[in-house]
């Protein structure tokens, strides 16, 4: 079973930031957080991760709450291509480990 | 960028059939995956494969599935005997070691009939 909780769905106005939370309270001090999304039925695509550091790429910013215990998916400029599942998954870092997805936040961009 | 690249984008097959879903995965990449999604319902991990043997794989992972990196590049699902219920959009993915995030290909569509 998913490690994590996210809302069901969010709405965000294109241009806005979009703000995606997720509850992680059960994480373990070797797991790190990571973010994917599926646009439609595509294959999920890698957004970001993180240990316990904010975190910044070209994509997103992911904060990660001092205790770790949840952390937020920020796209700073949402466009409609955005529109899209995101999934939160905590994962160690150690050997082959599985992704497991849960259900994840249907996030639809508004033009 | 690196691709992981799957084939076919769909395959329609008779129940009882055999199939088999290739991927090519990032050439150095260390680790491979096979996950599927049925329509609407979430994305369900199926085998993962290192060191050219299965380090862990799922319940539904059973005697009708392998899988098999052939050549060194081509990372293959065999579905033995296909059931209306195998049909589901089938993702490969790849990783390196550490904790790099996984790059998925973009799927086959397995529908049986």
């Known amino acids: 079973d998913a490690k994590t909780t996210q809302p069901t769905s969010m709405d965000c106005a294109e241009g806005r930031a979009a703000n995606l939370p997720c509850n992680h309270s059960t994480i373990s001090g070797n797991e790190y957080v990571y973010w994917y999304r599926q646009i439609h039925s595509q294959g999920p695509q890698y957004i970001i991760h993180?240990?316990?550091n904010n975190e910044t790429n070209e994509m997103a910013s992911l904060i990660i709450t001092e205790d770790r215990k949840s952390s937020t998916l920020i796209l700073p400029h949402a466009t409609l291509r955005d529109t899209a599942v995101y999934y939160c998954i905590v994962l160690s870092i150690q050997g082959a480990q599985k992704l497991v997805f849960g259900q994840g936040t249907r996030l639809t961009i508004n033009p | 960028e690196p691709e992981v690249t799957q084939t076919p984008s769909h395959q329609v097959t008779q129940m009882g059939q055999e199939v088999i879903l290739r991927c090519v995965p990032i050439?150095?990449?260390?680790?491979f995956y096979w996950y599927r999604q049925i329509l609407g319902q979430k994305v369900e991990f199926l085998v993962s494969?290192?060191?050219?043997?299965?380090?862990?794989k799922s319940e539904i992972f059973d005697d009708q599935f392998s899988v098999e990196r052939p050549d060194g590049s081509n990372f293959t699902l065999k579905i033995r005997s296909t059931k209306l219920e195998d049909s589901a959009m089938y993702f490969c993915a790849s990783s390196e070691i550490g904790y790099y995030g996984y790059t998925f290909g973009s799927g086959t569509r397995l529908t049986v009939v």
């Open positions: 494969f290192y060191n050219n043997e299965i380090s862990e």
């Open positions: 050439s150095n990449h260390l680790y």
């Open positions: 993180g240990l316990k």
